[in-house]
């Protein structure tokens, strides 16, 4: 049962676009998302998260959105850069307990020049 | 501050043997987690390490195993390995936090390799 879904094994962005990553959810549960980027032989980075009291948090060149309605995620890059190219996973977590992330699946995110 | 460790970096052993994966957190960090990273499975939760205490497991069978120790490090330990356990292993660290979530931080992993 995956709780935690990214549908798109990869997506591919002009340099100086907006990448879109999508990321859905189904355990109501969750009430804390993450995004880590991820590049070959190294361990996941953490790049930004969400509460669910939030709706959007922002950080430099990532935003991510929250619609807890449609229990879906997102995160926005831009403008995307080469470096950005990376596989970017989606997690969710219950802020109370123990601290056990459910992870997608991941999407490859290549930015073109 | 030095970042999360994992030792070795990679590994190979033969169906039915053993293996030990160590761990040392940030310094400061309390709670060690550990992942399995497969192409078709993605990053599944394996347990969490709190104080000394398996705090949370996720859904593997019992030749899965972990512990914590004093200084906060923390080893898993593979038995009877099978084909399917070739995988990259991660370990995450975090300050704690029973009641509120902390960012975990990761390890380069170790890359286990069945034959």
Known sequence: DQQVKQNSPSLSVQEGRISILNCDYTNSMFDYFLWYKKYPAEGPTFLISISSIKDKNEDG??????NKSAKH??????????GDSAVYFCAASVTQGA??????????????? | KAGVTQTPRYLIKTRGQQV????????????????QQ??????????????ETQRNKGNFPGRFSGRQFSNSRSEMNV??????????????????????YNEQFFGPGTRLTVL
């Open chain 1, 61 to 66: 060149r990532f935003t991510v959105f929250l």
């Open chain 1, 73 to 82: 995620l997102s995160l926005h890059i831009v403008p995307s850069q080469p």
């Open chain 1, 99 to 113: 601290q056990k992330l459910v992870f997608g699946q991941g999407t490859r995110l290549t930015i073109n020049p």
């Open chain 2, 20 to 35: 030990t994966l160590s761990c040392s957190p940030i310094s400061g960090h309390r709670s060690v987690s550990w992942y």
């Open chain 2, 38 to 51: 497969t192409p078709g499975q993605g990053l599944q939760f394996l347990f969490e390490y709190f104080s």
């Open chain 2, 79 to 100: 038995s009877t390995l099978e084909l399917g356990d070739s995988a990259l292993y991660l370990c995450a660290s975090s300050l704690s936090g029973s009641f509120s």
